[in-house]
């Protein structure tokens, strides 16, 4: 499994990246997982739903499934957060994984660059950033600029990198 980041500050585009870059690279015919990281104290599970009284009650695990979906929710009680290669370790092997979020981790990354966020460029510092995807020309950049609207063009870039397509 090939895993590549989407890397950038909150704002910058990274899930509308994503939205656009799943459908196209699914219609090449490439296996598509993501793996995203929240920034936030987040809950997928409401009050009054069974699962969540489960959690309530003191269960470490609470798997919910359908004959659609299921979801595992693990309370990790004060522990740290797992590193992303444990995380990883815990996907069912797909073509590519894409992870969003997680920029300060060690695995090759797309920067998505918008001035507008009014943050600067991760990349000069980040060894793992192969290039950078914005909406405006960047000069002095060690990495190709990609353009944040050519969602084909970003495909094949993450492609070639994970030798899922012939250079």
């Not at 060894?127 to 063009?153: E, K, N, R, Y």
């Amino acid at each position: 499994m090939q895993v590549f980041g989407i890397a950038g500050w909150s704002g910058s585009g990274k899930t509308t990246l994503l939205k656009g870059l799943i459908p196209a690279l699914t219609a090449r015919g490439v296996g598509v997982s993501t793996l995203k990281h929240a920034h936030h104290s987040f809950d997928i599970d409401m009050p009054g739903k069974d699962s969540y009284e489960h959690r309530a009650a003191g269960a470490s695990e609470v798997m919910i499934s359908s004959a659609n979906r299921w979801a595992l929710m693990h309370e990790l009680k004060g522990a740290a957060e797992p590193p992303l290669c444990d995380l990883i370790a815990r996907m069912s092997p797909v073509d590519l994984l894409l992870v969003e979020g997680f920029k300060w981790e060690a695995h090759p990354k797309l920067e998505i660059h918008r001035p507008i966020v009014g943050k600067p460029l991760l990349q000069p510092d980040d060894p793992h950033i192969v290039a950078v995807a914005s909406d405006i020309q960047l000069d002095g950049l060690s990495v190709p600029l990609l353009d944040i609207t050519d969602i084909g063009g970003i495909a094949d870039f993450i492609l070639r990198q994970c030798r899922l397509l012939a250079v």
